[in-house]
T-cell receptor
């Protein structure tokens, strides 16, 4: 079956604008994770959902970042008033359940804030 | 706070050599440890997942070991090939089900 998909693959925006990044998990996976990866670094955890609810949002850097998963499938990461420091690759992963199940990653969205 | 370190940051070896990549972590309270491969402009591919109760996992030319008490894991690649060139990342799943990542080892296999 299809893997995790993310759209857009690239997003260029201007400082101060609002952006939305979309993640389509593997069908049937109940857990969904968002990570952010800066150049030359490993990914950093942002938030994870179990079903529709955010089980852990401790990694969101500030209140400009918000994520939703209203029907327990597709998730959208929303960034308000973007800053140049938000530029990174945003990765989404899903797993069958939370816990120690293997996470499967999408190709990421490269966000560039000018 | 869990910290994951990977050494070396970069490695370049001739084709055919066996090599070892290292990963260390500061808190032994983990659910599992995973090794991933990342190719430029592409997502992460899981290579091996070792549960906390396991000591090693093997897949083809790859072997990963885990010593939880000492906070170490190694990824052994046998008979390296140019197609193995990529960045290799290790990540531990902590008690909050978060993956905590190292910065990766950039591997170049020279033909």
């Amino acid at each position: 079956g299809a893997g995790v998909s993310q759209t857009p693959s690239n997003k260029v925006t201007e400082k101060g604008k609002y952006v939305e990044l979309r993640c389509d998990p593997i069908s049937g996976h109940t857990a969904l994770y968002w990570y952010r990866q800066s150049l030359g670094q490993g990914p950093e955890f942002l938030i994870y959902f179990q079903g529709t609810g955010a089980a852990d949002d401790s990694g969101l850097p500030n209140d400009r970042f918000f994520a939703v998963r209203p029907e327990g499938s597709v998730s959208t990461l929303k960034i308000q008033r973007t800053e140049r420091g938000d530029s990174a690759v945003y990765l989404c992963a899903s797993s069958l359940n939370s816990g120690s199940d293997e996470q499967f990653f999408g190709p990421g969205t490269r966000l560039t804030v000018l | 706070k869990q910290e994951v370190t990977q050494i070396p940051a970069a490695l370049s070896v001739p084709e055919g050599e066996n090599l070892v990549l290292n990963c260390s972590f500061t808190d032994s309270a983990i659910y599992n440890l995973q090794w991933f491969r990342q190719d430029p402009g592409k997502g992460l591919t899981s290579l091996l997942l070792i549960q906390s109760s396991q000591r090693e996992q093997t897949s083809g030319r790859l072997n990963a070991s885990l010593d939880k008490s000492s906070g170490r894991s190694t990824l052994y690649i046998a008979a390296s090939q140019p197609g193995d060139s990529a960045t290799y990342l290790c990540a531990v799943e902590d008690s909050n089900y978060q993956l905590i990542w190292g910065a990766g080892t950039k591997l170049i296999i020279k033909p």
